[in-house]
């Protein structure tokens, strides 16, 4: 029998395809971890991966990769789609499927497949990577090329003997290292929001608490003085923020099919991360590092979305996104509080706001004040120019 790889993380529609294809073919599961896997989640899926038929099943553990490859970047740029989504979900697929394609090509397999259905990004993100890094490797998607309906999935499985507990959950939840997302009935429709009780941390703290965030050349290398691995650090302040229920919003955006989504998520170390970093960059960076960052990095994290990780001008924007880095190092404190935190203030060495060259709307110590008549003379020269000509 020829090979195969699938991409497998236990549900409904990944245990459909392995039982459907160690008929033809010799499986081989894998699972990618990104984050929010536990050893107990991994023995489980392992345990019912073998029951729907495969040959071999493998758990790679990808945290640090994706934090490397990807997250860091994310956090340099202070990527949040649509100014609000840190691109939890769609992030991950990079990762992982950029690690199925590589196990596959090192086992040998003929054949890679997925989940997917045909409606959805996830598609676009694991065909793309496959057939660029592996183009001899064809991809088979069981779920998309068929049209099955749950319940014709559902009855397969029965009908082979697996008659597991396949009723859909109320909602969606995928976690991953940068974040949780929340599916349910009330994101597909436009108007109502997810119940408290969709999200999968609820609130257990009162009053607040705050918490030091240090980064070194825009890593996040220590928490509250405490150094880590930035991956680990984003666990924690995760764990820590998560008590207090934060993170919590509603995303709506463009998916790459062409129709409108719309997605609950929870992110607390993520937005925290995000919003304490950018603030260090207000102090640190000049007006013009800050204004061409911003718009590359929403240009990067669109392509990534889109699935466009392994064009090389994503290498062109990380390259500037790191160089940007050089000198944003310091503390940012956070004060955490039930259902959102807030940023008070930074501490670095590279601070340019700086009272030795003048103190904001009080004092100029490094110009006098006919200096500053004669600047505002003429950098206001076009406008009076345009004025008097089409007055």
Same mark, same amino acid.
């Given at each position: 029998m020829k090979k195969l790889v699938i991409a497998y993380s236990g549900g409904l529609d990944t245990s459909y395809c392995a039982v459907s294809l160690s008929k033809?073919?010799? =499986?081989h599961a894998v699972s990618v971890n990104t984050g929010g896997f536990t050893k107990e989640e991994v023995s489980n899926i392992e345990?019912?991966?073998? *029951? !729907?038929? =495969?040959?071999?099943? *493998?758990?790679?553990?990808?945290?640090?990769?994706?934090? &490397?490859?990807?997250?860091?970047?994310?956090?340099f740029g202070n990527v949040l789609k649509n100014n609000t989504y840190p691109l939890s979900v769609s992030a991950e697929r990079i990762v992982q499927a950029i690690e199925i394609i590589e196990y596959a090509k090192s086992i040998d397999a003929?054949?890679?497949?997925?989940?997917?259905?045909?409606?959805? &990004?996830?598609? =676009?993100r694991f065909d793309m990577i496959f057939q660029t890094l592996a183009p001899g490797i064809k991809i088979i998607t069981p779920i998309r090329d068929k049209k099955l309906s749950r319940q014709e999935e559902i /009855?397969?499985?029965?009908?082979?003997?697996?008659? !597991?507990?396949?009723?859909?959950?109320?909602?969606? =939840? &995928?976690?991953? %290292?940068?974040?949780?997302?929340?599916?349910?009935?009330?994101?597909?429709?436009?108007? +109502?929001? %997810?119940?408290?009780?969709a999200y999968p941390s609820q609130l257990q703290k009162d009053g607040e608490e705050k918490v030091t965030?240090?980064?070194?050349? $825009?890593?996040? @290398?220590?928490?509250?003085? /405490?150094? &880590? #691995?930035?991956?680990?650090?984003?666990? +924690?302040l995760n764990d820590m923020a998560s008590a207090y229920a934060i993170g919590r919003d509603i995303h709506v955006g463009d998916?790459?099919? $062409?129709?409108? $989504?719309?997605?609950?998520?929870?992110?607390?170390?993520?937005?925290?991360?995000? *919003?304490?970093?950018? %603030? %260090?960059? +207000?102090?640190?960076?000049?007006?013009?590092?800050l204004q061409h960052k911003d718009y590359l990095s929403n240009f990067y994290g669109m392509h990534l979305h889109e699935g466009q990780y392994l064009d090389p001008v994503m290498r062109d924007m990380e390259a500037f996104l790191q160089s940007s880095q050089d000198k944003v190092s310091g503390d940012v404190t956070v004060t955490l509080k039930p259902y959102h935190f807030t940023l008070d203030g930074i501490k670095s060495q590279h601070d340019l706001m700086s009272a030795k060259f003048g103190s904001y709307g009080e004092e100029n110590t490094g110009?006098?004040?006919?200096? #500053?008549?004669?600047?505002? *003379? @003429?950098?206001?020269?076009?406008?009076k120019i345009y004025q008097q000509v089409n007055s």
């Open positions: 033809e073919y010799e =499986v345990a019912n991966a073998y *029951k !729907m038929g =495969v040959t071999t099943y *493998k758990n790679i553990d990808a945290v640090p990769t994706f934090y &490397n490859k990807v997250v860091k970047y994310l956090i003929e054949y890679i497949a997925h989940g997917s259905t045909g409606a959805g &990004n996830d598609q =676009v /009855e397969y499985l029965k009908a082979n003997g697996i008659d !597991m507990s396949w009723e859909k959950a109320q909602y969606s =939840v &995928n976690k991953g %290292l940068w974040g949780t997302s929340v599916g349910g009935a009330e994101t597909l429709t436009s108007e +109502k929001p %997810l119940p408290s009780e965030l240090t980064f070194k050349k $825009g890593e996040f @290398i220590a928490l509250n003085g /405490e150094a &880590n #691995a930035p991956e680990v650090n984003i666990e +924690k998916t790459i099919v $062409g129709i409108k $989504g719309r997605v609950g998520f929870e992110a607390a170390a993520a937005l925290i991360t995000v *919003k304490a970093h950018h %603030l %260090l960059e +207000k102090h640190t960076l000049t007006k013009w590092q110009w006098t004040a006919d200096e #500053a008549k004669g600047f505002i *003379k @003429i950098v206001g020269n076009q406008n």
